[in-house]
C-alpha cells in the first residue's frame, strides 16, 4: 500500500484580503494609515525572496567552483620540481628530543646524502623526487624570538615530543606563543619510543595526545620516528597534505631570505641597498610598498628582481639554501613609481602657530618667574648634593658624569591621574596650578632605593663569575621590593573590592581636585565631543574617514598589483643600515615582510586583549610590556578600557580600567602604526632572560579609531547622617559648602538602587540635603560618578632582539656558544 502523501498548499494560494476594503481593517491598522505612515519593505529581503530554486543551485555552484580553483591554485604552488618550497619549522620541546636525528632521518629515508653534523642548525631543502614536492627544513636553536620568527612563516610545525621526559618549561611557553599567534598545519612527533615498554606504549602515546590537544584541540594523533618506515609516513603527510591558510599572513606578502648582499652607499659606507632573495609569499610584493625588517624598521623598495634557480646539478645531495647558485642574468620585474611610491613619513607635523594666541595675564607672568626660580633653586641643590656610590669622596663625585635618567622616574613617570584611588589627600604642592597632578615622580625613598641599587650594581658584576645568574640583594632592596610588591597587590585588591572608589582630600578642595572630572546624565548615551581638548599627540597622528572601509579597498589592491606569488624574487631595499646585512645569520630565520597601503603611518590603534590564566600578577594600565602584533614588535605602555559594543545611538564612550582583570576581554589603546587585517596579538613581560618572557594576554586587532573616548571614572562616597522619608542629610563627601553647590547639577545614585539629587547645603562643613526617587536606608552609601578623559602615552618604540641568538642546553641556562 502506498504511503499518503502530505499534502501543501501552493504559496500563491495564500488568502490576501482585497486592500480597497478598509472596514473590515482592526482598529491599530486604521490608527496607523490615519498617521499617515508607509511601511516599506527592505529591498535585500524582496530580493532575497525573489530568488528562485535555480539561482540558488547557481549560487552555490559558483561558491563550489571558486573554492575548488582556490584549492587547484595552492596545489599548484607546492607540486612539481620548480614548485615552491614547503617550509617546515622543526621545533622540538623537549631536552632530550634532536632535530638533527629526525632530518637526518627523512633525508635516509628518500634516498638523498643527509647533511653531516652533531648539531644541524638553520634551513635546509630536500627535494623528493618521488612525491614531486621539495620541502625547506628550518631547524631554530632553543630561542624564543627564533622559534616564534620560524612559526610565523611555516607551512607546517613539526613538534619533536619525547616518550621518557616531560615538556619542560621552554616548550610551554612556546606552544602558549605559538598557540596566541596563529597556527600554521601541525604534525606531533614523539621520539625514544622504542625505549619504553611495549605495553606501556599505548599509554604513552594517548597522554602526548591529550598534552598536545589541550594547547591544539585538532591533534588526534601523535606519530612515532624511530623507524624508516614511520619516517615514509611523516613525509607523505607533509608533502601530500596542503598547508592551512592563516588569513592574518596572507594578507601581507612575506619572504624567508636565503641569500643576502649590501652595496654600500658611495657617499655614507654605512647606509646602502640591500638585496634580500627568496620566494615571494602570501600577497603580492609591490615595488611601490614599504617593506619591514625586524629589528631595524621599514624601508623603500628600489627595485624587484626574478631570481630562478639555476638547473640542478645533482638531485642526490643534501643543499642548503645558502648554497644555491642564482642564474647570472636577472631580469627586472618592477620599479616603483614616483607618484605611488610610499613615503617613509609616520607622522604629521603639528602646526602650534594654528592655535588661538593670546596674551599671557600678570598671574601667568607671575607663576612662570616662580617656576623658573624653583627650577633654578633645585639644579643648585643637585650641584651641591650627588647620588654617588658610598665611600666616595667629593673631588671623585665632580668627575661622576650625570645620567640621563637620575632623577628616578623610570616606570614612574606615566602615572598622570590614575592613581587617584591612591591620592585619599594632597597637598597643596602637589599639585600645579591648573589642577593636574605634580607629585607624581618617584618618593625620596624610592631615590634612595635607586642609590642602593647602583651601589650593589658593581658587586653584581665582580660576583657573576662565582654564582651565575643570581645575585644576593641588599636587605634594602630586599624591603623596597617588598613594599613595592605589597603596594601593587593591596592596590588591585582595593580595586576588585571598591572600584573607582576615591576619597574626597580634607586639605583642599574637591572642586580644584576634580576640576578636569565632569558629570554625565547617561554614560552610554550624553554626548561627548570627541575633538575636545585634544592633547599635542593626536596633531601628530593620522585617522580615516571611514576605516572598515578603506580596509577592505587597501587589502582587495594587495591580491591585485604587484608580483606574483611563488616567484624567486630579489628585493632590493634603499638606504638599509650595514648593520641589517651584519646582523644576517644563515642559522637564524631572517625574515622581510611587506607591508600594505598607509601601513606605515601612526594612529591611535586598538586591540582587544584577554588576561592569560597563568598569570598571576596584577597587570596595572601603562605598565611597560611588550606587543607581538603579527608580525611586528613594540614595547608599549597601553591602556585598558571595557569591551563594550558601539552601537546605534551610543556615543562611543568606554570605561576607563585601571587593572586588567581576569576571564575578562578588555580594549588596549596605544599609538601604534596602522594594521589591516585580523591581527593577533600577544602582550609579553619582559625577565631578565631575554629568552623566557612572561606571557600576560592574548587577542585581536581591532581597529585605528582615534575617537574612541576612554572616560575613566571616580566615585564620591557619602554616609546617610539623618533620613527621613526620600529626603536624607549626606556627610563625608564632601567637606567644603562651596563644594556641594558645584557638584550639585550632578545626579546622585545609591548602593541600593536609587536616584536623587543635591538640594541645598548645610553648614558649614560640607553636609547636604539630597532628594531621592524613593525612601532611603540607614545602611546605604550615597554616591557620585565623575569622569574624565585620558589619553595614551606617546611611548610606543620598535622592540629589539638582544638575545643573539642564544639558545638553552637541558639545565635551562643560556647557551653563549653561537
Known amino acids: 500500500m502506498v504511503a499518503d502523501k502530505p499534502f501543501h498548499h501552493r504559496a500563491s494560494l495564500k488568502q490576501a484580503n482585497k486592500p480597497f476594503k478598509s472596514r473590515h481593517a482592526s482598529k491599530g491598522t486604521l490608527r496607523e494609515r490615519s498617521k499617515g505612515r508607509v511601511h516599506r519593505q527592505s529591498v535585500k529581503g524582496a530580493a532575497m525572496r525573489k530568488q528562485s530554486r535555480q539561482d540558488r543551485r547557481n549560487t552555490a555552484q559558483l561558491d563550489q567552483k571558486k573554492k575548488r580553483e582556490t584549492l587547484l591554485a595552492l596545489n599548484r604552488l607546492f607540486t612539481g620540481r620548480n614548485g615552491v618550497p614547503k617550509i617546515v619549522a622543526v621545533i622540538p620541546l623537549c631536552p632530550d628530543v634532536s632535530a638533527t636525528r629526525f632530518v637526518q632521518m627523512l633525508y635516509k629515508c628518500e634516498g638523498l646524502a643527509a647533511p653531516m653534523g652533531d648539531e644541524l642548525v638553520g634551513s635546509y631543502r630536500l627535494v623528493s623526487e618521488r612525491q614531486k614536492q621539495s620541502l625547506q627544513l628550518l631547524l631554530p636553536r632553543r630561542n624564543f624570538t627564533d622559534i616564534l620568527d620560524a612559526a610565523k612563516v611555516a607551512d607546517f610545525c613539526v613538534f619533536l615530543l619525547s616518550a621518557e621526559q616531560e615538556v619542560d618549561k621552554f616548550g610551554e611557553l612556546c606552544l602558549r606563543a605559538i598557540q596566541a599567534q596563529g597556527l600554521p598545519s601541525i604534525v606531533s612527533l614523539v621520539q625514544h619510543l622504542e625505549n619504553v615498554a611495549v605495553k606501556k606504549r599505548n599509554d604513552v602515546k594517548k597522554s602526548l595526545v591529550s598534552f598536545m590537544s589541550y594547547f591544539f584541540p585538532d591533534q588526534e594523533r601523535v606519530l612515532p620516528i624511530d623507524t624508516d618506515a614511520e619516517m615514509q609516513v611523516v613525509l607523505r603527510t607533509l608533502t601530500g597534505q596542503l598547508p592551512r591558510v592563516i588569513k592574518w599572513r596572507n594578507v601581507h606578502p612575506y619572504m624567508l631570505v636565503d641569500q643576502v648582499d649590501f652595496m654600500p652607499s658611495a657617499e655614507n659606507p654605512e647606509v646602502g641597498s640591500l638585496r634580500v632573495t627568496g620566494y615571494a609569499r602570501g600577497a603580492h610584493f609591490n615595488a611601490n610598498r614599504l617593506v619591514h625588517l625586524p629589528n631595524y624598521g621599514n624601508f623603500q623598495l628600489e627595485q624587484i628582481l626574478a631570481s630562478p634557480l639555476a ?223 585634544l592633547p599635542l599627540d593626536y596633531a601628530r597622528i593620522f585617522r580615516f574617514a571611514d576605516y572598515k572601509r578603506t580596509r577592505g579597498r587597501v587589502i582587495a589592491d594587495a591580491h591585485v598589483d604587484g608580483v606574483q606569488t611563488g616567484m624567486r624574487i630579489t628585493l632590493q631595499l634603499a638606504a638599509v643600515p650595514r648593520a641589517a646585512a651584519a646582523s644576517y645569520d644563515p642559522t637564524r630565520p631572517f625574515i622581510v615582510y611587506g607591508l600594505l597601503q598607509h601601513e606605515n603611518k601612526m594612529s591611535v590603534v586598538n586591540f582587544t586583549v584577554t588576561r592569560d590564566s597563568e598569570y598571576t600578577e596584577p597587570v596595572r594600565s601603562k605598565d611597560t610590556l611588550v606587543l607581538h602584533c603579527g608580525f611586528r614588535r613594540f614595547r608599549v605602555q597601553p591602556l585598558y578600557s571595557q569591551n563594550t559594543p558601539r552601537g546605534k545611538g551610543s556615543n562611543n564612550v568606554h570605561k576607563f580600567e585601571r587593572f586588567l582583570h581576569n576571564d575578562q576581554t578588555s580594549v588596549a589603546t596605544i599609538f601604534a602604526p596602522i594594521q589591516f587585517g585580523q591581527m593577533p596579538v600577544s602582550l609579553y613581560r619582559e625577565t631578565d632572560n631575554s629568552n623566557e618572557p612572561i606571557l600576560v594576554a592574548t587577542g585581536t586587532f581591532l581597529d585605528a579609531e582615534p575617537n574612541r573616548i576612554i572616560a575613566k571614572r571616580i566615585v564620591l562616597s557619602g554616609h546617610p547622617a539623618k533620613v527621613h522619608k526620600k529626603s536624607a542629610v549626606i556627610r563625608y563627601m564632601f567637606f567644603h559648602p562651596d563644594d556641594v553647590h558645584w557638584f550639585k547639577p550632578v545626579q546622585l545614585h545609591t548602593k541600593y538602587g536609587r536616584q536623587g539629587h543635591i538640594k541645598e547645603s548645610l553648614g558649614t562643613h560640607g553636609y547636604m540635603k539630597c532628594m531621592f526617587d524613593g525612601p532611603l536606608k540607614h545602611q546605604d552609601t550615597i554616591l557620585m560618578n565623575l569622569y574624565k578623559r585620558v589619553f595614551p602615552k606617546w611611548t610606543t618604540e620598535l622592540w629589539r632582539d638582544t638575545s643573539g641568538g642564544r639558545a638553552f642546553t637541558n639545565d635551562g641556562q643560556a647557551d653563549m656558544d653561537m
Open 311 to 533: 638547473p640542478a646539478t645533482s638531485s642526490a645531495a643534501a643543499r642548503s639554501d645558502t648554497a644555491m647558485e642564482l642564474q647570472p642574468e636577472m631580469s627586472v620585474l618592477q620599479i616603483p613609481d614616483p607618484e605611488k611610491r610610499e613615503s617613509l613619513k609616520s607622522e604629521n607635523d603639528p602646526d602650534l602657530l594654528a592655535n588661538e594666541q593670546t596674551w599671557p595675564t600678570e598671574e601667568e607672568l607671575q607663576e612662570a618667574d616662580e617656576r623658573v626660580r624653583k627650577m633654578q633653586r633645585e639644579e643648585a641643590d643637585d650641584d651641591k648634593k650627588r647620588r654617588v656610590p658610598k665611600g666616595t669622596s667629593a673631588y671623585q663625585a665632580a668627575w661622576i658624569v650625570d645620567s640621563d635618567n637620575e632623577d628616578g622616574s623610570d616606570g614612574y613617570e606615566d602615572v598622570d591621574d590614575s592613581d587617584d584611588d591612591a591620592m585619599h589627600g594632597c597637598s597643596d604642592e602637589e599639585l600645579g596650578s591648573d589642577g593636574s597632578d605634580a607629585g607624581e615622580t618617584m618618593h625620596d625613598s624610592d631615590n634612595e632605593a635607586v642609590a642602593h641599587g647602583e651601589e650593589y650594581e658593581e658587586v653584581e658584576l665582580e660576583s657573576r663569575g662565582d654564582q651565575g645568574d643570581f645575585v644576593e640583594l641588599s636587605p634594602e632592596e630586599e624591603d623596597r621590593q617588598l613594599k613595592e610588591y605589597l603596594k601593587r597587590q593591596r592596590e588591585h585588591q582595593d580595586e576588585l573590592d571598591f572600584p573607582d572608589e576615591v576619597d574626597t582630600p580634607l586639605n583642599m578642595s574637591a572642586r580644584v581636585r576634580f576640576q578636569r572630572y565632569r558629570g554625565l546624565k547617561n554614560f552610554r548615551r550624553t554626548f561627548w565631543d570627541p575633538y575636545e581638548n
